[in-house]
C-alpha cells in the first residue's frame, strides 16, 4: 500500500485504534445531532496518515483526540446552523479521557493477546485464510493455490475479515470479551505469579 | 459524487480496495480507480488507513505462530490445550520458585519525554516511572537495589526484612524495608516523596548522617551530605505524586518553576520571555500533556501575550519589546 506510509499505518495500528471506542465515545457525547461521529473520526484518519512523522507525538490517544476535536469544530463552524454558545461549550470541555495512564503501557504489551483475541473473533474461512496470509507469510496467489480457489476468492475473504475487524476494534480492543471459565481463570493465576 | 455516502458504505469499500492492494500485483486501471476513489473524499483517505493500520496489525501474529500453532487454536478445544501448557508452565515456574527463594535478577526501564511507565519487579514490588527517566534494578538474595539514572519513579516495595530495597540517585540513598516512597532525582541532590512506613535516608558524601523520614514527608535532600529540608509549602505528596494520574499540582510554584516541569512532560516547550511574569504565583491542577492549556491560562490571568509554534510556547514578551 505505497499510497501511505508504512511507518505512520503501523503507528496508527498500534498506538490509536486502540483508542477509537473512547474518541467515538466522546464525539458521540459533543457533536451535534446534524453531525455523524463516524464521518469525523474517517476524516481524523485521514489527518493521521497524513502526518510525515509520528516520534514526535509523545501522547498519541491525547493527539488523537485533538484531531476529532479540532474537525468537530470545523464541522460545527461550517454547518453554521449550531447557536455560537454550543462552540463554546465545546472549546471549554476538557478532554478528560486525554490522560496517559500507567494503564496504557500495560494495554500496549497486551496488543499479541488483542491480536489473538481479534482473529480468534474471525468467520471460520475468513481466518484460515488470513492466518495463511499473516502468521504463514503466503501471497494470495499462493493461499490460492493451496486451497485450489480462485485468487478473487482469497481477496474476497481477506476483504470480508478486515470488515470484520474493522467493527470489531471499532468496539473494544483494549479490554476484549472474554470467554467465561477457563480462559479467564488462567489470566487471573497469571497475574499472581512471580 | 452525486450524494453523500455513509460511513459504513466508505468502510466496505475501503476494506475492499485495501484486499486488492495486499494482492500486491493492481493493474494500471485499478490503480487509477484507487487513486480516483482516495481523491474523491477524505474519508475515503481515512477509513483506508485505518483499514491498511489494522491489517498491519495482524502482522504480529507471526509472534504466535511459534508457541502454539494457529491451526491448532482455530477450535475450542485448542484454546484448552494451549490453557493446559499454560498451566503445566505454571507448575515448573512455581517449582522453580520453591527452590531458588530469592532468585538473582536484573532489569532496566527507561520511559521517553511524556510516558508514565509502571512496572512489576521480580520481588513483587512495583515501580511507577515518571516521564523521560531511567532505571535498573538488581535482585540478589541479600537486596535489592535500584540505581535512578535519571528522572523520578514512586516504588511500592513488598515487605522483605531481610532484604532491604535501596534506591539510590547519584549520591543520595534512600532504603525501605516495607514502604511506598517516590524518588526524583536532580543535579544537586534528590526529592523524596513518603506515601507509606518509613524511608531511611542518606547521601554517600556523609554516610554517618542518617534520616528517618516518615510518611506524608516531602524533602529536598542535597547532595553535599547537609541534611534534608521539608518541601512543605510545595503541598502534600499526593500534590507531589499527581504525575501518577498524569496531572501536576502547581501548589506554591513560581510561573518559571512551572514551566520547568511542564518541560519535563513535553517536547514542545515554555519559554518564560518576560521575567517578573516568571515570578508570579500559581495554584492549580493541570493536566501534565497540556502546557498549551497552561499557557492559556497564565495569559489570562496576568494580561500576558502568549505566542506558540510548532516547537515553543512563549509566555510574556521581553521588556525590551515592551
Known sequence: ?194 | MTERRTARTVHKEAAQWAARADRGDLTSAETQALDAWLAADPRHRGAYARAAAIWSTLDRAKALAAPVHLKVARSRRGWGLAAGAAALAAVAAAALVSVQVFPRSSAAYETVVGEVKHVALADGSSADINTNSALSISMTPRARAVALERGEAWFKVAKNPSRPFIVSAGDIRVRAVGTAFAVRRMSGGAEVHITEGVVEIWSTAAPGVRTRAPAGGRLYVPASGEGPRSLAGRGGVDEGLAWRQGRLALEGMSVAEAAVEFNRYNKRRIVVADPALGRKGLVGWFRTNQPEHFAEVVGQTFGAPVTTDATTIRLGAPPHER
Not at chain 1, 3 to 12: A, E, Y
Not at chain 1, 134 to 141: H, P
Request: charged content about 30%; some cysteine; glycine content about 4%.
Open chain 1, 1 to 194: 500500500m505505497e499510497r501511505l506510509r508504512q511507518d505512520v499505518v503501523v503507528w496508527i495500528g498500534r498506538e490509536i485504534i486502540p483508542h477509537e471506542p473512547a474518541v467515538r465515545a466522546w464525539l458521540k457525547r459533543n457533536a451535534p445531532s446534524s453531525i455523524e461521529a463516524e464521518d469525523i473520526l474517517q476524516e481524523a484518519y485521514c489527518r493521521l496518515s497524513d502526518l510525515q512523522s509520528v516520534e514526535q507525538i509523545a501522547n498519541p490517544r491525547a493527539y488523537f483526540f485533538s484531531v476529532a476535536r479540532n474537525l468537530l469544530l470545523n464541522a460545527i463552524r461550517h454547518a453554521r446552523v449550531i447557536r455560537i454558545s454550543s462552540i463554546t461549550d465545546l472549546e471549554l470541555a476538557t478532554l478528560d479521557d486525554g490522560q496517559p495512564s500507567p494503564e496504557r503501557v500495560v494495554a500496549g504489551r497486551r496488543e499479541l493477546e488483542r491480536v489473538r483475541d481479534l482473529l480468534a473473533s474471525l468467520p471460520e474461512r475468513c481466518r484460515r485464510i488470513i492466518e495463511m496470509r499473516k502468521v504463514e507469510g503466503l501471497s494470495q496467489r499462493e493461499i490460492a493455490e493451496r486451497l485450489n480457489v480462485t485468487e478473487n476468492v482469497v481477496e474476497n475473504n481477506v476483504s470480508r475479515g478486515l470488515r470484520f475487524l474493522s467493527k470489531a476494534v471499532s468496539e473494544d480492543p483494549i479490554a476484549p470479551s472474554r470467554a467465561p471459565g477457563k480462559d479467564h481463570d488462567r489470566t487471573k493465576n497469571s497475574k499472581n505469579r512471580p
